[in-house]
């Protein structure tokens, strides 16, 4: 079974009884694919981090289309930081570790590739993200329409698809905001 055929036969499961996103099995497809939408912007990363990786989205999804990154997923939820951990283990994932932290907490070292999806505000994210970025890191944020206002001080690049905004943001641009 696909990788992300067997992800969202988990997922289904494990919302029955642990309610970890309120999705069907369509929404969450549709998840999958807005996770994957830039991949190919960031496919060249060797380490990556996602911040609040939650059920999967967009870190786990990312890491199973990332086989040559190595990617630490935080999460310091336990119900999600098990299913992450079950997921890993049922889908082999050798590139993945579940971090059961808050990334102000988490230690690790500076990555290429920094994403997270709908965990809190840009300046905030980016303040608690502050030890791991490199000058040369990219910062991948998945956000909501209502992105542009938070985005005015500082020099990104954002890509849209639908309601999606995927906000990109240079190691080095980041830190006047």
């Known amino acids: 079974m696909d990788k992300f055929a067997r992800f969202t036969k988990e997922l289904l499961k494990w919302n029955k009884t642990h309610k970890l996103t309120n999705y069907n099995e369509e929404e969450i497809k549709t998840q999958i694919e807005d996770s994957l939408y830039p991949l190919n912007r960031i496919k060249n990363s060797k380490i990556a981090v996602d911040i609040g990786t939650g059920?999967?989205?967009?870190?786990?999804?990312?890491?199973?289309?990332?086989?040559?990154?190595?990617?630490?997923?935080?999460?310091?939820?336990?119900?999600?930081?098990?299913?992450?951990?079950?997921?890993?283990?049922?889908?082999?994932?050798?590139n993945v570790k579940i971090i059961p932290q808050r990334i102000e907490n988490a230690n690790l070292k500076k990555?290429?590739?920094i994403?997270?999806?709908?965990?809190?505000?840009?300046?905030?994210?980016?303040?608690?993200?502050?030890?791991?970025?490199?000058?040369?890191?990219?910062?991948?944020?998945?956000?909501?329409?209502?992105?542009?206002?938070?985005?005015?001080?500082?020099?990104?690049?954002?890509?849209?698809?639908?309601?999606?905004?995927?906000?990109?943001?240079?190691?080095e641009k980041w830190e006047n905001y």
Do not use: C, Q
């Open 55 to 94: 059920a999967g989205f967009p870190g786990l999804i990312l890491a199973i289309a990332m086989p040559d990154t190595n990617w630490y997923l935080v999460e310091p939820l336990k119900k999600r930081y098990s299913f992450l951990n079950y997921i890993k283990t049922i889908l082999n994932l050798k």
């Open 111 to 113: 990555a290429d590739l």
């Open 115 to 171: 994403t997270s999806r709908a965990v809190m505000k840009t300046k905030d994210i980016l303040n608690l993200a502050k030890p791991i970025i490199k000058k040369d890191s990219t910062i991948l944020l998945y956000k909501g329409s209502n992105v542009i206002d938070e985005l005015k001080d500082i020099d990104a690049e954002i890509l849209t698809k639908g309601n999606r905004n995927y906000v990109f943001i240079k190691g």
